[in-house]
């Protein structure tokens, strides 16, 4: 039985047993939301800049190509055929600087594209990366053991910023901000608290039982706990005599109700006024 669920959470490389990279993908492979990556947006930014620059020079170096065709015969063909620059001598510079020009540009546009869509990817949680981090530094059996060595330890350094760092998996969006936040706090002190004092062998795959396990449960409890505000507010309705005094009520548990909608779950507006009003 042990075996099985051992089996269960295998990856590709379940007969490595070296802290490394290998069992790191292993586990990000499982638990997607945990499959954090840099983001290096600066870097992309810099590279967007230098790459810009070199057009900029180009598109002035075509300028002054093209202004001295302007008005030359018959050079000046070249402005109007461009039949006649594919296949005549003196075209050449031109064709070798539209060619040069085509190349940077086919390469400006992907990567402003492909930086465009990365800055599009979510952050993970602050709780996620402390998991990972807390894995990573981990000297019990299963966990990381610190193998990263030199400028690869700064990879998921917890002193950067949150959106620094992607995700390749993004929370679901049924887990609404209460949820989160509560999930979040729960990972989070489960291992500082326990996880950090805790001895005893964890065998592989472990964590990843520890991490899905601590988030479905601070789910469902928020999701347990929200659900009882209606039965509240009819408990409170049924003890109060007051006509008055039961609008109060009705008004306020009302608030509260929508409020828990908007925070506690992932319900749209308009969900929200229909349910608040019915």
């Known amino acids: 039985m042990e075996s099985n669920t051992e089996e269960k959470y295998f990856g590709p490389f379940e007969n490595i047993q070296s802290p490394g990279y290998p069992i790191l ?3 990000m492979g499982r638990v997607g939301e945990i499959a954090i990556f840099r983001k290096f947006g600066a870097l992309n930014i810099l590279n967007l800049m230098s790459m810009q ?3 900029l020079q180009l598109e002035d170096d075509l300028k002054d190509i093209l202004e001295a065709f302007d008005g030359t015969t018959p050079k000046q063909l070249f402005l109007q055929d461009f039949y006649e620059v594919r296949n005549q001598e003196d075209g050449k510079e031109l064709r070798d600087q539209m060619k040069e020009i085509k ?3 086919n390469e400006y546009n992907s990567a402003l594209l492909q930086v465009s869509q990365v800055a599009s990817l979510r952050p ?4 996620n990366l402390h998991f990972l981090h807390t894995w990573l530094r981990g000297f019990s059996p299963g966990q990381g053991n ?8 700064k990879t998921w350094e917890l002193r950067l910023r949150l959106d620094d760092f992607i995700t390749v998996k993004s929370t679901s969006d049924e887990k609404d901000a209460t949820t ?16 950090s004092n805790t001895r005893a062998p964890i065998k592989k795959g472990t964590a990843i039982i520890e991490y899905t396990v601590t988030g479905t449960a601070t789910k469902y409890l928020v999701t347990l706990v929200s659900s009882m505000l209606p039965a509240v507010s009819i408990l409170g309705l049924y003890f109060e005599k007051d006509l008055l005094h039961r609008i109060w009520i009705m008004l306020g548990m009302t608030f509260v109700f929508a409020a828990a909608l908007s925070f506690g779950t992932s319900a749209k507006r308009i969900e929200i006024f229909s349910a608040t009003a019915a």
């Open 180 to 195: 989160a936040t509560v999930t979040d706090r729960a990972i989070t002190w489960y291992h500082n608290v326990i996880g």
């Open 25 to 27: 993908a292993d586990m």
């Open 103 to 105: 190349a940077k540009l």
């Open 146 to 153: 610190s193998f990263q060595r030199g400028t690869e330890r």
């Open 124 to 127: 993970p949680r602050k709780a």
């Open 53 to 55: 620059a070199e057009l």
